[in-house]
């Protein structure tokens, strides 16, 4: 079982809608997973079921026992995000401000705060359009993202492609660099990295194949919106071509991306066009290069 | 000398853990006592972030000299792992626990 991580650094390069279309591609015989949880938009393109959801918690976050608590203030005094707020001498934690660092019950004198879980959202088992399995998430409001969520995400989608069978899990990865992102990387046979050939698409590139390498994984580029800036395009071909990196495919620029989102389609679906084949090419190296 | 090998269980038939940071095992093999110690690691798996870190940290306890694993710690607990002195062996991703002492053994994996 091989894990295929989609990644790119910056937002906005196509990264999911190009996961789509492989989710698409490959068909029923695949599992999917989507880390990128912070923005989860993969479930817009491949209508998930929401079959089976199940609660996750992550964090910690402060209460206060009204019965026990005197009123001192002093755990508003120190809390530095301003999570406690007084009304009439009662003092009470606003859930969304408390960052779950625990300050606050060291100091109580009556011990009256308690640090519980804080319920960070859900996450679900579903069947996709193509009748595949995919893992996703849905953040509750003022959660955040974790390497835990998405290592809980990877886990299940692992479990069930062992049940079934399957040998590729297609991961759309979280996006920047950090705990998400190499929570994400971990364990993977391939990352695909998208990229667009502007000045930030080709910085956080740079960036993020840095953690790439880090981790010793080989890794695939689609260069998409190619020409936006013929310059940088160059720039980025000779930075993957001195770190070894193939090119999958290159995309010019296409409003297609645009209208087939609108749709809820994925660009294999939405129609026959120049941009499917470029993904089919994709798809195939991809696949080439896992062996 | 002693080695630590990141495992998803506690014996030499274990498939080694790629992950790093969230490691569920720490298989400890003392070559010259020829001893084993398995550490269960998996409190990790409620870490929300800095797992990596938080491993190296149980890692520089150990006293090893030479730690086995998958991808490979990050920058963040390499920089942990590199002020105990202990050598980082990575690509054993895909392999038991013993598979991979015996690739050490021959000079099959690449050193950090």
Known sequence: MKEIVVISGKGGTGKTSITASFAMLAGPEIVTADCDVDAADLHLLLKPDFRIEHDFYGGFAASIDKSLCIGCGICASVCHFDAIVENDSIYSVLPIHCEGCGYCTEVCPSLAIQMHDRFTGKWYDSTIKTQGRMIHAKLGIGADNSGKLVAKVKKEARLIAERLGAEIILIDGAPGIGCPVISSLSGAALTVLVTEATMAGFHDLKRVYELVKKFNIPAGCIINKVDLNREIAEDIRDFLKSEGIPVLVEIPYDEIFYQAMTAGKTIIEFSHNAIAEKMQKAWSETLALIG | ?112
């Not at chain 2, 853990?17 to 990790?44: L, M």
């Not at chain 2, 940290?57 to 002020?83: H, Y």
């Open chain 2, 1 to 112: 000398m002693k080695f630590v090998i990141t495992a998803k269980g506690n014996s030499w038939e274990s498939p080694v853990d790629e992950r790093f940071g969230r490691a569920q095992y720490f298989f400890i093999f003392d070559e010259a006592q020829d001893t084993v110690e398995v550490v269960n690691n998996s409190d990790i798996n409620s870490v929300e972030h800095g797992a990596g870190p938080k491993t190296a940290g149980a890692i520089a306890g150990l006293a090893a000299d030479v730690l086995i694993t998958g991808n490979g710690p990050g920058k963040n607990a390499a920089s942990v792992l590199q002020k105990t002195g202990i050598k980082i062996y990575t690509g054993a991703g895909s392999m038991s626990v013993r598979e991979a002492y015996t690739a050490f053994k021959s000079g099959l994996l690449g050193q950090l």
